[in-house]
C-alpha cells in the first residue's frame, strides 16, 4: 500500500476515533447532565449549623449541633488562610475553570496502576461539589459526575463565591466543619485572629483529619504544617523568612475539654428537652437556633462550687472508704502513661481533682506519681482521713475497727485535689474521695420566676439525674412554713401560744391490728406553752402536728397545692413532719411566694428565641413583637397568680426570720442582711434540706443519697445543706444592695407578753415586738389573765384575743 494512502488512512480512523470519542463524551455527559442537582441552588447555601445557648448577660453555656459549624464571610477571613488552603489542596484554583486536567491525569495513572481510586486529584471546586452535591462514594462514575458539576459552578459562581462555600463546608476534624469552627477547637480564637502557622496547621488537615489531629498526633500535624508552608512559599504567597518564621512559631492548642460540654450541663438539658419538643430534633440540631436564658453563669458557677464542696465535705465527715482500686504494676504503669499524654496538652492546674497512685512516704506524707508529675500530701492534708500507712506492693489495702488508722498497698489510686505546684516542680495536694450522697441547688428571682442557677447534681457526666425537677423527696420540717402560713390564714397569729405537750394517736388497721404514734420533737423534750414564732424558729413537731389537726389536714393539703405543690400530698398529720414528698424546684416555687408577697409566678428558662436569620420566634419580652405575635411566633406569658395576700406573705416571712436569727437556720446570718428561712430534716436523716430567701433571690438546697440510705449522725438540714446555701448565696448577692422585706402598711406591731401571748403592759420588762394581720392582735393584757384557760387540749383560748 502506497504511503500517500495508508497516512490518509490513517489520518480518516483518527478523524472517526476523536468523533466517536466525542460523541460519546457528549453523549455521556447528556446521559449524566440530565439527572445531576442544580448548581444554582449552591446560591442559597443553608448547611447544618450550630444551635447556640446563652446566659442572661450573653455568655455562651451550650451548643447543639450534628456538624459543628459556624457561618463566617469570605472577608473575614484572613488572606493567608485562603491561601494555605489553595497552596496545600489546589494550586491552580485561581487558573483553571472547575477542572485541573494535569492533576486529574496524574491521578488516573496511580489509580489505574492500584486497580481502584487511591488518589483524587480533585480541585477545590470538585470536591465542594461532591460535598454539597453529590454521595461520597469513590467511583469513576462520580469522578464524572464532580467533573461536570465543577464545570458548571465555575460557569456560575465567582472564586470567592466557591471558596466561601468551600471553607465553610470542609470538615477538619473533632466535629468541626468549616474554619471558624475548626479554629475556636483548635486555637479558642476567631477566625481572623489565626497567625499564620496556625493557617498551615488548619490547611493541613482537609487530607485526613484523624491522621493529623493536633490532639492525638501533634507531631504528625506540625509535619504537615510544614508542607503547607513550603507550598505557600513555591507559589509565592508567603516569603522564606515568614515560612520559617511560622515552623518556628509555638502553637498552643486549647485544650478540646469545654468542646460539646455545657457549661450549666443541668440547665442545658432542660433547655435541650423543651426545644426538642417544641421544635423538632432537626431544627434543633441543624437550624443554628439561638436561645437566651434566664441563668446567670456567675451564679451557677457559684452554685456548682458550693454543691461539690459542701458533698465533699460531708462525705469526708463519714471516714475514708479506701482507695479507688489497687494497680498491678502493669496496669499502673498503663495508667499513668496515658494521664501523661493528657497532661502534654492539659497539666494539672490548682482546684483540679484528679487520680493519683501512690507511690512512698514522703516526709511526714505521701508522695503520689500523677502522670509525669509528683504530688506531695503533707499528713495534715489528710487529716480528715485519720493515720495512713504505705504497705507493699501486692499487699491488700487495711483498716482498723474504728476506721481512724489504714494501710495503702504501694499502686493505691486516690482521688487528690491539687493546692499548688511547689518551687521543686511537685505539686501540694489534699487527699479527697468521690462523694456517694448526691445534692442539688436552684435558685431563682422570685420576682419574675427566672432561674439564675440550676445544679442537679454533682457531676453531670456521672449522673444526668436532674434532682431538681426529678428528685421527688421528703421536705422534712422545710414543710412547716407551708402548715403555719395556712395556719395564720386561720385565725392564728405569731403571738397564739399552743401547747407542747406529748401527745398519744393510736389507728386500728383493717387486719384489727391498733398502731400508735407518739410524736416526738427532735430534742426530744417539751417546752409547754409555746408561741407560734418560737415553735417555727424551732421547728417544734408536737406543735406542727397539733396546729395541723386543728386547721384540717385537707385545708392544708390544698393550700400546699395553691402555693406550687404540685405533686400528690399524703392526706395524713404525718404531713406536719414533711412526709409527702416534692420536688426541689416545687419547693423554690412555693418561698418564691412568700419571697414575693403572695404572688406565684411559674419558673421559667428562656427570655427568647431567635432563628438562624435573628428572626424572633419566641420572647417573654412584648416589645419584641410591636404589632402582636405573627405566625410562627410565640409571646411565653408571665402567669402572675395572687395566691396569699401580702400581709400572710410578709408575716411568714418575718416567721422566718427568726429561724435564722434564733433558730436553726442560724447559719444564714452570715450574709449579714435580711435572710428568711427553714431547715428541713426527714426521719432516720435521709434527706437535708434549706430553703432560704431575701428580696430578690430564692434558693433551695437538697443533699440526700438517691437509693434513700440514711445520711449519717447528726446530718440535719442545718449541717448537711445549710452551708452549701450560705456558700452560694456569700457569692451570689455580694454585688446586690441590701433590702429590707416590704412591709405591708396594714401590718400592725403591739408589745406582746411572751409567757401569754398577750398584750404587755408599758413598764413590763418581759416583753417582744410582735407582728400583726390587721385587726388580729390581741386586745387584752397580760395582767388581766391570771390564769390560762386552754379552749382544748392543747391551744391556749384565742378569745383572749
Same mark, same amino acid.
Not at 457549661?263 to 421544635?279: C, G, H, I
Not at 462550687?305 to 463519714?318: G, I, M, S, T, W
Not at 401580702?646 to 436553726?664: D, F, H, Q
Given at each position: 500500500?502506497?504511503?500517500?494512502?495508508?497516512?490518509?488512512?490513517?489520518?480518516?480512523?483518527?478523524?472517526?476515533?476523536?468523533?466517536?470519542?466525542?460523541?460519546?463524551?457528549?453523549?455521556?455527559?447528556?446521559?449524566?447532565?440530565?439527572?445531576?442537582?442544580?448548581?444554582?441552588?449552591?446560591?442559597?447555601?443553608?448547611?447544618?449549623?450550630?444551635?447556640?445557648?446563652?446566659?442572661?448577660?450573653?455568655?455562651?453555656?451550650?451548643?447543639?449541633?450534628?456538624?459543628?459549624?459556624?457561618?463566617?464571610?469570605?472577608?473575614?477571613?484572613?488572606?493567608?488562610?485562603?491561601?494555605?488552603?489553595?497552596?496545600?489542596?489546589?494550586?491552580?484554583?485561581?487558573?483553571?475553570?472547575?477542572?485541573?486536567?494535569?492533576?486529574?491525569?496524574?491521578?488516573?495513572?496511580?489509580?489505574?496502576?492500584?486497580?481502584?481510586?487511591?488518589?483524587?486529584?480533585?480541585?477545590?471546586?470538585?470536591?465542594?461539589?461532591?460535598?454539597?452535591?453529590?454521595?461520597?462514594?469513590?467511583?469513576?462514575?462520580?469522578?464524572?459526575? &464532580?467533573?461536570?458539576?465543577?464545570?458548571?459552578?465555575?460557569?456560575?459562581?465567582?472564586?470567592?463565591?466557591?471558596?466561601?462555600?468551600?471553607?465553610?463546608?470542609?470538615?477538619?476534624?473533632?466535629?468541626?466543619?468549616?474554619?471558624?469552627?475548626?479554629?475556636?477547637?483548635?486555637?479558642?480564637?476567631?477566625?481572623? #485572629?489565626?497567625?499564620?502557622?496556625?493557617?498551615?496547621?488548619?490547611?493541613?488537615?482537609?487530607?485526613?483529619?484523624?491522621?493529623?489531629?493536633?490532639?492525638?498526633?501533634?507531631?504528625?500535624?506540625?509535619?504537615?504544617?510544614?508542607? +503547607?508552608?513550603?507550598?505557600?512559599?513555591?507559589?509565592?504567597?508567603?516569603?522564606?523568612?515568614?515560612?520559617?518564621?511560622?515552623?518556628?512559631?509555638?502553637?498552643?492548642?486549647?485544650?478540646?475539654?469545654?468542646?460539646?460540654?455545657?457549661?450549666?450541663?443541668?440547665?442545658?438539658?432542660?433547655?435541650?428537652?423543651?426545644?426538642?419538643?417544641?421544635?423538632?430534633?432537626?431544627?434543633?440540631?441543624?437550624?443554628?437556633?439561638?436561645?437566651?436564658?434566664?441563668?446567670?453563669?456567675?451564679?451557677?458557677?457559684?452554685?456548682?462550687?458550693?454543691?461539690?464542696?459542701?458533698?465533699?465535705?460531708?462525705?469526708?465527715?463519714?471516714?475514708?472508704?479506701?482507695?479507688?482500686?489497687?494497680?498491678?504494676?502493669?496496669?499502673?504503669?498503663?495508667?499513668?502513661?496515658?494521664?501523661?499524654?493528657?497532661?502534654?496538652?492539659?497539666?494539672?492546674?490548682?482546684?483540679?481533682?484528679?487520680?493519683?497512685? +501512690?507511690?512512698? %512516704?514522703?516526709?511526714?506524707?505521701?508522695?503520689?506519681?500523677?502522670?509525669?508529675?509528683?504530688?506531695?500530701?503533707?499528713?495534715?492534708?489528710?487529716?480528715?482521713?485519720?493515720?495512713?500507712?504505705?504497705?507493699?506492693?501486692?499487699?491488700?489495702?487495711?483498716?482498723?475497727?474504728?476506721?481512724?488508722?489504714? #494501710?495503702?498497698?504501694?499502686?493505691?489510686?486516690?482521688?487528690?485535689?491539687?493546692?499548688?505546684?511547689?518551687?521543686?516542680?511537685?505539686?501540694?495536694?489534699?487527699?479527697?474521695?468521690?462523694?456517694?450522697?448526691?445534692?442539688?441547688?436552684?435558685?431563682?428571682?422570685?420576682?419574675?420566676?427566672?432561674?439564675?442557677?440550676?445544679?442537679?447534681?454533682?457531676?453531670?457526666?456521672?449522673?444526668?439525674?436532674?434532682?431538681?425537677?426529678?428528685?421527688?423527696?421528703?421536705?422534712?420540717?422545710?414543710?412547716?412554713?407551708?402548715?403555719?402560713?395556712?395556719?395564720?390564714?386561720?385565725?392564728?397569729?405569731?403571738?397564739?401560744?399552743?401547747?407542747?405537750?406529748?401527745?398519744?394517736?393510736?389507728?386500728?388497721?383493717?387486719?384489727?391490728?391498733?398502731?400508735?404514734?407518739?410524736?416526738?420533737?427532735?430534742?426530744?423534750?417539751?417546752?409547754?406553752?409555746?408561741?407560734?414564732?418560737?415553735?417555727?424558729?424551732?421547728?417544734?413537731?408536737?406543735?406542727?402536728?397539733?396546729?395541723?389537726?386543728?386547721?384540717?389536714?385537707?385545708?392544708?393539703?390544698?393550700?400546699?397545692?395553691?402555693?406550687?405543690?404540685?405533686?400528690?400530698?399524703?392526706?395524713?398529720?404525718?404531713?406536719?413532719?414533711?412526709?409527702?414528698?416534692?420536688?426541689?424546684?416545687?419547693?423554690?416555687?412555693?418561698?418564691?411566694?412568700?419571697?414575693?408577697?403572695?404572688?406565684?409566678?411559674?419558673?421559667?428558662?428562656?427570655?427568647?428565641?431567635?432563628?438562624?436569620?435573628?428572626?424572633?420566634?419566641?420572647?417573654?419580652?412584648?416589645?419584641?413583637?410591636?404589632?402582636?405575635?405573627? %405566625?410562627?411566633?410565640?409571646?411565653?406569658?408571665?402567669?402572675?397568680?395572687?395566691?396569699?395576700?401580702?400581709?400572710?406573705?410578709?408575716?411568714?416571712?418575718?416567721?422566718?426570720?427568726?429561724?435564722?436569727?434564733?433558730?436553726?437556720?442560724?447559719?444564714?446570718?452570715?450574709?449579714?442582711?435580711?435572710?428568711?428561712?427553714?431547715?428541713?430534716?426527714?426521719?432516720?436523716?435521709?434527706?437535708?434540706?434549706?430553703?432560704?430567701?431575701?428580696?430578690?433571690?430564692?434558693?433551695?438546697?437538697?443533699?440526700?443519697?438517691?437509693?434513700?440510705?440514711?445520711?449519717?449522725?447528726?446530718?440535719?438540714?442545718?449541717?448537711?445543706?445549710?452551708?452549701?446555701?450560705?456558700?452560694?448565696?456569700?457569692?451570689?448577692?455580694?454585688?446586690?444592695?441590701?433590702?429590707?422585706?416590704?412591709?405591708?402598711?396594714?401590718?400592725?406591731?403591739?408589745?406582746?407578753?411572751?409567757?401569754?401571748?398577750?398584750?404587755?403592759?408599758?413598764?413590763?420588762?418581759?416583753?417582744?415586738?410582735?407582728?400583726?394581720?390587721?385587726?388580729?392582735?390581741?386586745?387584752?393584757?397580760?395582767?388581766?389573765?391570771?390564769?390560762?384557760?386552754?379552749?382544748?387540749?392543747?391551744?391556749?383560748?384565742? &378569745?383572749?384575743?
Amino acid at each position: 500500500m502506497p504511503v500517500s494512502k495508508l497516512i490518509r488512512n490513517l489520518f480518516f480512523l483518527g478523524v472517526f476515533a476523536l468523533l466517536f470519542f466525542s460523541l460519546t463524551l457528549v453523549g455521556v455527559y447528556l446521559y449524566f447532565a440530565s439527572s445531576l442537582p442544580k448548581v444554582d441552588t449552591l446560591e442559597d447555601y443553608r448547611p447544618p449549623v450550630i444551635t447556640t445557648v446563652y446566659s442572661r448577660d450573653g455568655q455562651l453555656i451550650g451548643e447543639y449541633f450534628r456538624e459543628r459549624r459556624i457561618i463566617v464571610p469570605i472577608t473575614k477571613m484572613p488572606k493567608q488562610l485562603i491561601q494555605a488552603f489553595v497552596a496545600a489542596e489546589d494550586a491552580n484554583f485561581f487558573k483553571h475553570r472547575g477542572l485541573d486536567l494535569p492533576s486529574i491525569f496524574r491521578a488516573a495513572l496511580k489509580n489505574i496502576k492500584a486497580g481502584g481510586i487511591v488518589q483524587g486529584g480533585s480541585t477545590i471546586t470538585q470536591q465542594v461539589a461532591k460535598s454539597l452535591l453529590l454521595s461520597p462514594e469513590k467511583t469513576f462514575t462520580r469522578k464524572f459526575k &464532580e467533573a461536570i458539576l465543577a464545570w458548571r459552578m465555575e460557569n456560575r459562581l465567582s472564586k470567592e463565591e466557591i471558596l466561601y462555600l468551600y471553607l465553610n463546608q470542609i470538615y477538619l476534624g473533632h466535629a468541626s466543619y468549616g474554619v471558624e469552627a475548626a479554629s475556636e477547637t483548635y486555637f479558642a480564637k476567631n477566625v481572623e #485572629e489565626l497567625s499564620l502557622a496556625e493557617c498551615a496547621l488548619l490547611a493541613g488537615l482537609p487530607q485526613a483529619p484523624s491522621r493529623y489531629s493536633p490532639y492525638r498526633r501533634l507531631e504528625r500535624a506540625k509535619k504537615r504544617q510544614r508542607y +503547607v508552608l513550603q507550598r505557600m512559599l513555591k507559589e509565592g504567597f508567603i516569603t522564606r523568612l515568614e515560612a520559617e518564621s511560622a515552623e518556628n512559631e509555638k502553637i498552643v492548642i486549647h485544650s478540646k475539654e469545654n468542646q460539646g460540654r455545657y457549661l450549666a450541663p443541668y440547665f442545658s438539658e432542660q433547655v435541650r428537652r423543651y426545644l426538642e419538643t417544641t421544635y423538632g430534633e432537626d431544627r434543633l440540631y441543624n437550624e443554628g437556633l439561638q436561645i437566651h436564658t434566664t441563668l446567670d453563669l456567675a451564679m451557677h458557677e457559684a452554685a456548682q462550687k458550693a454543691v461539690q464542696e459542701n458533698l465533699r465535705n460531708y462525705d469526708k465527715r463519714q471516714g475514708f472508704r479506701g482507695p479507688v482500686k489497687i494497680l498491678p504494676l502493669e496496669e499502673e504503669t498503663s495508667f499513668l502513661q496515658k494521664q501523661s499524654e493528657t497532661f502534654e496538652q492539659n497539666p494539672p492546674s490548682n482546684g483540679d481533682i484528679l487520680k493519683g497512685v +501512690v507511690r512512698s %512516704r514522703y516526709e511526714d506524707g505521701l508522695l503520689i506519681d500523677l502522670g509525669s508529675f509528683e504530688a506531695v500530701l503533707p499528713a495534715k492534708n489528710y487529716q480528715w482521713a485519720g493515720d495512713i500507712r504505705i504497705g507493699k506492693r501486692g499487699s491488700t489495702y487495711k483498716r482498723d475497727d474504728k476506721g481512724k488508722s489504714f #494501710e495503702l498497698p504501694e499502686g493505691s489510686q486516690v482521688w487528690i485535689n491539687i493546692e499548688k505546684q511547689r518551687a521543686d516542680k511537685r505539686f501540694l495536694a489534699s487527699l479527697e474521695q468521690q462523694p456517694e450522697a448526691q445534692s442539688c441547688l436552684v435558685a431563682l428571682d422570685p420576682r419574675s420566676g427566672e432561674i439564675r442557677a440550676m445544679v442537679g447534681g454533682y457531676d453531670f457526666d456521672e449522673s444526668q439525674f436532674n434532682r431538681v425537677l426529678q428528685a421527688v423527696r421528703q421536705p422534712g420540717s422545710a414543710i412547716k412554713p407551708i402548715i403555719y402560713a395556712a395556719a395564720l390564714d386561720k385565725g392564728y397569729t405569731p403571738a397564739t401560744i399552743i401547747l407542747d405537750t406529748p401527745i398519744i394517736y393510736k389507728e386500728h388497721k383493717t387486719s384489727g391490728e391498733e398502731v400508735v404514734w407518739k410524736p416526738k420533737n427532735y430534742s426530744k423534750r417539751f417546752t409547754g406553752p409555746t408561741s407560734l414564732r418560737k415553735a417555727l424558729t424551732h421547728s417544734y413537731n408536737v406543735v406542727t402536728i397539733k396546729i395541723l389537726q386543728d386547721i384540717g389536714v385537707g385545708y392544708a393539703a390544698n393550700y400546699a397545692a395553691k402555693l406550687g405543690v404540685s405533686s400528690t400530698i399524703e392526706k395524713d398529720l404525718t404531713l406536719a413532719l414533711g412526709s409527702s414528698p416534692l420536688t426541689p424546684m416545687e419547693l423554690a416555687t412555693v418561698f418564691s411566694v412568700f419571697a414575693n408577697g403572695g404572688v406565684k409566678i411559674a419558673p421559667q428558662y428562656i427570655v427568647r428565641i431567635l432563628d438562624r436569620n435573628g428572626h424572633v420566634l419566641e420572647s417573654s419580652d412584648p416589645a419584641d413583637f410591636p404589632n402582636g405575635p405573627q %405566625r410562627n411566633q410565640y409571646l411565653i406569658p408571665q402567669s402572675r397568680e395572687r395566691v396569699l395576700s401580702p400581709e400572710t406573705a410578709y408575716l411568714i416571712t418575718n416567721l422566718m426570720e427568726s429561724v435564722v436569727r434564733n433558730g436553726t437556720g442560724w447559719r444564714a446570718k452570715a450574709l449579714q442582711r435580711p435572710v428568711a428561712g427553714k431547715t428541713g430534716t426527714t426521719n432516720n436523716l435521709k434527706d437535708a434540706w434549706f430553703a432560704g430567701y431575701i428580696p430578690e433571690l430564692v434558693c433551695v438546697v437538697w443533699v440526700g443519697h438517691d437509693k434513700n440510705d440514711p445520711l449519717g449522725r447528726k446530718e440535719t438540714g442545718s449541717r448537711a445543706a445549710a452551708p452549701a446555701w450560705v456558700a452560694f448565696m456569700k457569692e451570689a448577692v455580694k454585688d446586690i444592695p441590701v433590702e429590707q422585706f416590704s412591709v405591708p402598711d396594714t401590718i400592725e406591731f403591739r408589745p406582746i407578753d411572751p409567757l401569754t401571748g398577750l398584750l404587755a403592759p408599758e413598764e413590763a420588762q418581759l416583753q417582744n415586738i410582735e407582728a400583726f394581720s390587721p385587726g388580729t392582735a390581741p386586745k387584752r393584757y397580760a395582767l388581766e389573765s391570771k390564769k390560762l384557760h386552754a379552749r382544748d387540749f392543747f391551744k391556749i383560748d384565742l &378569745e383572749n384575743n
